[in-house]
């Protein structure tokens, strides 16, 4: 590939969207990529306003997008796009996710990855087929902290895991404030829309990856409750779950968006037979470790500590005392995916710290966790239910 950066199209994040505006911001950080193109709303005017404030040339501001990858695939190599971000609705991300695909693009998703587990296994095979790179916005993976646990765990330092807790508590749905219209919460409370699972499928699949990611293990089984407890309310709006992991240890996970007064409150603690650790982001500079025979350590992420590991720093910006936050989060899984494609373009081998990002393959477990809590989480009596995979 030659000296330049990447150029991206967009499929959804008009001036009207939430998350679009966050996948910008990062996408653009590292100076690495940069927006060429895109149809950004299902509504052609919104779309072209907002390709215009984006300062997008007209030609390159479509108002589908099947009109954009049928046009951009057939550009001279040197002025086509190299890859398609989608920040749609999840009932909007398999379609043009499979066509980029099938173009040639590179693709960025929002998750979870798709509407339904049939469609994920569908791309993760063409995925695979293709060779393309594929990456997945589990953001709170990419905090450096949540690295650093990563690899302290992965080293030993708390010695064999034992037991973990994961949550993630929002109060925004408190109301159903969807009722209102307007709003981002419409849709992910419409199960056409969203699929099957409502808080389980927006932050649960969070707390679930998070959980994986830092430990290294997989849940095989579950035993849950989802819950509906704003009368009315189609979708679930709180979830909790014990977990059973193949390393041997079991875990508790609580999801829930009706907890009144919460914002974005992710708190994850994983303990072992020698010590634990445990993360929030509401301070997200911040890794506690834990000891049986000595005082808690604060571990404090900036790229002036020598004692972090090389995956840390890889991900650090900046000296401690100025936190690395969502949309550095964000900005670290773009960068890792950019420089991925920038070494398979040119025939090198990606290193282990370019190929630190969530894939189509945790897309897939992404949606079986779904599946999976979806029945076991509304069976009356209490009962295990092994992971889905189909």
């Known amino acids: 590939m030659e000296n330049r950066k990447l150029r991206m ?15 910008r911001r990062a996408a653009l950080m590292e100076n690495q990529i940069e927006l060429v193109c895109g149809c950004f709303s299902i509504d052609p005017e919104i779309s072209r306003s907002s390709g215009r404030s984006y300062f997008i040339p007209d030609n390159r501001i479509y108002p589908t997008w099947q009109e954009m990858i049928e046009k951009e695939a057939a550009l001279p190599h040197e002025e086509r796009i190299d890859f398609i971000t989608i920040v749609t609705p999840n009932k909007f991300h ?3 996710a499979m066509k980029a695909l099938e173009a040639g693009f590179n693709v960025v998703i929002d998750k979870p990855m798709t509407y339904s587990l049939e469609e994920a296994l569908r791309l993760r095979d063409k995925v695979r087929a293709t060779g393309l790179t594929f990456a997945l916005t589990h953001v709170y993976s990419a905090y450096p902290a949540v690295k650093e646990a990563k690899k302290r765990i992965a080293r030993g330092d708390i010695g064999k895991v034992r037991r973990l807790f994961v949550e993630y508590s929002q109060g925004w749905l408190t109301q159903r404030i969807e009722l209102k219209g307007g709003n981002n919460a419409v849709w992910r409370n419409d199960p056409k829309a969203a699929g099957k699972g409502g808080c389980v499928g927006d932050i649960g699949t969070h707390a679930w990856h998070l959980a994986e990611y830092v430990t290294g293990a997989k849940v095989t089984e579950v035993c849950a409750e989802l819950q509906h407890i704003a009368d009315g309310r189609p979708l679930d709006d709180d979830a909790c779950a014990f977990m059973h992991f193949d390393q041997g240890f079991s875990g508790l996970l609580q999801a829930t968006q009706i907890a009144a007064g919460e914002e974005n409150n992710i708190r994850l603690r994983v303990y072992g037979e020698n010590g634990g650790m445990e993360w929030r982001q509401l301070e997200p500079n911040t890794l506690y470790m834990k000891w049986i025979d000595r005082p808690t350590e604060e571990i404090r992420i900036g790229n002036g500590y020598a004692s972090l590991t090389d995956f840390t720093k890889w991900n650090t910006r900046i000296p401690g005392g100025h936190p690395e936050g969502f949309i550095e989060a964000f900005a670290n899984i773009y960068r890792n995916f950019a420089w991925t494609v920038r070494a398979k373009a040119n025939n090198e081998t990606p290193t282990e710290e370019m190929l630190d990002f969530p894939t189509v393959e945790d897309g897939v477990r992404g949606m079986q966790f779904i599946e999976t809590m979806v029945r076991a989480g ?13």
């Not at 008009?14 to 679009?20: E, R, W």
């Not at 509304?378 to 189909?390: A, G, T």
């Open 9 to 23: 199209g967009m499929v959804g994040g008009g001036s009207d969207a939430f998350i679009g505006a966050i996948h």
């Open 94 to 96: 398999y379609e043009p």
């Open 378 to 390: 509304y069976h009356k009596e209490v009962k295990w239910q092994k992971w889905i995979e189909k």
